[in-house]
């Protein structure tokens, strides 16, 4: 087989002997050291096969034995060559082009993320970026486990980030901790000393329900912001009925509040709205490396237009990604037109705003009570104003002031005056 | 291994095909008989449909249905 690979490279041919004493021939050409197979005997004619060197070598034989021959097939590389002699070029491009696909696979054109909820994809292309990770960089030189490590680090929410290589994609899973804000907020109170409850806005009390603490209000008290409403602070009384010393503790109380809210929305009557004309016009363009080539637009050029820009990466396969891409960028051309609302249209927009709003309270866990907005329409805008009453709870945390009560003989511990 | 120099060594394999090494030249080839001149003496293979597959001036393989192996001198 391998004999026969190497007959092909060198080339062969195979002839027609004729002549006076065909078997001198072949006696010469067996002392000459020319090797011939594949020998037939036909009618007077031998017709065998050798190769190209031996051919030449033939000449002084043929003249011994006064014989001639034919030569009947061609087969092999030199005569291959000869025939495409003129087209050295295209087995050129051929091999320029196995070139380049090799050496376009050595580096990373296509990073992709996946995973996360709370980072943005640009966010974390551009801290890749800054820690020399980006579109080119060549195989080599990625260390997948300092990626992960990095991304670990600078990013708080991420808490598993894995980085492999596939073809010439850097296909990144990261996982973000969605549990830790929640907990955060609510072990904060629980760290610090005893704490009060205080209002934060102006409120009628509904309820209130104390678990810990003294509370200082009632049903129907009206409380100002700052105000104490819950004091983590119990007072122990002694025999006589006097206050011994105090208890602290971090006082809980779910505390409901009437309060209001304003609301006021105005917007002009007249309004621009984009129609789009149906005209578009398109221009492909091709993305190598990081420059950009753009055909220019056939259409005139519009006066206002919306872009959209379609990118398609080449690659070939699944993975394998080229840094070659097609762009095709679409502009709609719009008109704008200034429209009026009628009043009605107008009362409506106002009050789905309204609506927004109010079910943006509800969802924060606000009994809306009463809706006093009003929606008024003149000529030249609409306007919604007015009062929405709610129940909501009231109540923010801040740390008890520690006092004790000075008993006789004893010394007062370093304290600030305490309104009692 | 004792080669006896200067003889002629023929390696048949089955019918069909015949080694042969260590002779001087062709005298006479058709396509039912191949003579050939060692030497020490004359070999004739009779046969069919002869052909030579290769031929050196070492050794030569020659194929096709034999019929016989002839020493004459």
Redesign the interface.
Known sequence: MLIDKLKFLQGYVKIKLSGYA??RF??L???H?I????????EDN?V?CISVRGLKQLKPILKKTRTTFVILERTGLPFLMRRYRKRKLFFAGIVLCCGLLYGMSLFVWKIEINGNLHETDSNILKFLEENKVYHGLPKSKINCEEIEEELRAGFGDIIWASAKLEGTMLIIDVQENLATNQQAKEQEGTDSGPSDLVADKEAVIYSILTRQGTPYVEKGSKVQPGDLLVEGKNPVYNDSEEIASYQYCVSDADILGITEYQYEDRFSMWYDEKVFTGKESGAWGIRLFSTQVKLPHFFRKFTDYDTITDEYDIKIGETFYLPLAFTKETSKEYRTERKQYTKKEAEQAAKAKLDQFCEELAQKGVQIMENNVMIITDGKSCTASGAIKVIEPIGIRKGTVLTDIPQEGQMEHGSDGEDN | MDIMYGAVIITAMGRNQILVENY????????EKIRLQTKTCQVTIQGKR????????EEMKITGYIQGIIYGS
Do not use: A, H, R
């Open positions: 065909p078997e072949l006696n050409c067996s002392n050291n090797l011939i197979w594949n020998l037939e005997y036909e031998y065998f | 001087k030249g062709i005298i006479e080839y058709t396509q002869l052909i030579v597959e290769y031929y050196t001036n």
